[in-house]
């Protein structure tokens, strides 16, 4: 099942300044199946982020069109995306985006308080998530109390607690160890084989990415090539 189509999409930068219009996207097509996982690389100033950006609705794409499960992002007005973004999508960046002064468990509900659920919902789905990401000991502890790796789990947590069909990380691994960083990956793996979501990471990070299904490979604010992995991923 068809779950992101991104269609011809161009981004030009600066083009009302005038001077120096940068191309940031030059014509970007693929199509994502639901449970797919898929990396996106390419050197700095490849385009990665404004693609991360318009294909989650934070940037609006000079031409073409962005569709999420039936939805054209492309064109959903400023109310109609920020409910579509909360209820369908999940994010979660290279720095966290925790919230300092709320425990481990009351940045996981967030998006749940902003959806109104109940209390009996929020307590059950912590749980359920907590225990997924190993992180039930540290529920009631502070995000400065706990490792980047703790931290991680507990923003994938927050990115997933309102069943989004779509996760999009932004470098996700890129402050992190190389043992956290498998723990992530690891997270990853399991959001999309048990939880059935489908996820796109942007990555710089050849290890992170050897845990995805597909990587398409950006240059120039162009599609420059793909893998596709057939079968499974063998460890040593
Ligand atoms: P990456 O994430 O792969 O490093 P970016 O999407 O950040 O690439 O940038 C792609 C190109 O667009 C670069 O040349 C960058 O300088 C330019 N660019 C990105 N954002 C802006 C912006 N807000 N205004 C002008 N140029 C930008
Ligand atoms: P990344 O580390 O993901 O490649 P950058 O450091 O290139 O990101 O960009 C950080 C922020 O600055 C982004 O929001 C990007 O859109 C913006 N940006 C990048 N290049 C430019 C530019 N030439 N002019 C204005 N904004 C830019």
Same mark, same amino acid.
């Given at each position: 099942?068809?779950?992101?189509?991104? #269609?011809? !999409?161009?981004?030009?930068?600066?083009?009302?300044?005038?001077?120096?219009?940068?191309?940031?996207?030059?014509? @970007?097509?693929?199509?994502?199946?639901?449970? +797919?996982?898929?990396?996106?690389?390419?050197?700095?100033?490849?385009?990665?982020?404004?693609?991360?950006?318009?294909?989650?609705?934070? +940037?609006?794409?000079?031409?073409?069109? /962005? @569709? !999420?499960?039936?939805?054209?992002?492309?064109?959903?007005?400023?109310?109609?995306?920020?409910? =579509?973004?909360?209820?369908?999508?999940? =994010?979660? =960046?290279?720095?966290?985006?925790?919230?300092?002064?709320?425990?481990?468990?009351?940045?996981?509900?967030?998006?749940?308080?902003?959806?109104?659920?109940?209390?009996?919902?929020?307590?059950?789905? /912590?749980?359920?998530?907590?225990?997924?990401?190993? !992180?039930?000991?540290?529920?009631?502890?502070?995000?400065?109390?706990?490792?980047?790796?703790?931290?991680?789990?507990?923003?994938?947590?927050?990115?997933?607690?309102?069943?989004?069909?779509?996760?999009?990380? +932004?470098?996700?691994?890129?402050?992190?160890?190389? #043992?956290?960083?498998?723990? !992530?990956?690891?997270? =990853?793996?399991?959001? /999309?084989?048990?939880?059935?979501?489908? /996820?796109?990471?942007?990555?710089?990070?050849?290890?992170?990415?050897?845990?995805?299904?597909?990587?398409?490979?950006?240059?120039?604010?162009?599609?420059?090539?793909?893998?596709?992995?057939?079968?499974?991923?063998? +460890?040593?």
């Amino acid at each position: 099942m068809l779950m992101l189509e991104a #269609k011809n !999409i161009v981004k030009v930068y600066g083009e009302l300044a005038g001077e120096g219009a940068t191309t940031a996207l030059g014509g @970007v097509s693929f199509q994502l199946n639901k449970g +797919d996982f898929i990396a996106i690389m390419g050197p700095s100033g490849s385009g990665k982020t404004t693609l991360l950006n318009i294909l989650s609705g934070l +940037d609006k794409p000079t031409s073409g069109e /962005v @569709v !999420i499960d039936r939805n054209i992002i492309s064109s959903l007005n400023g109310e109609q995306l920020a409910l =579509f973004r909360r209820k369908q999508l999940g =994010f979660v =960046f290279q720095d966290f985006n925790l919230l300092d002064s709320l425990t481990v468990k009351e940045n996981i509900v967030v998006p749940m308080v902003l959806e109104k659920k109940s209390a009996t919902e929020m307590e059950e789905r /912590v749980h359920e998530l907590a225990s997924l990401f190993d !992180i039930e000991e540290i529920l009631n502890k502070y995000p400065y109390q706990i490792s980047g790796g703790q931290q991680q789990r507990t923003a994938v947590s927050r990115a997933l607690v309102n069943h989004p069909s779509l996760i999009f990380a +932004d470098e996700p691994t890129g402050n992190l160890d190389s #043992k956290s960083s498998t723990v !992530i990956m690891e997270c =990853f793996e399991k959001i /999309v084989q048990e939880l059935s979501a489908t /996820v796109l990471l942007v990555t710089h990070d050849v290890f992170a990415a050897s845990y995805c299904r597909k990587v398409i490979f950006i240059k120039d604010g162009l599609i420059h090539s793909s893998i596709d992995r057939k079968g499974s991923r063998k +460890d040593f």
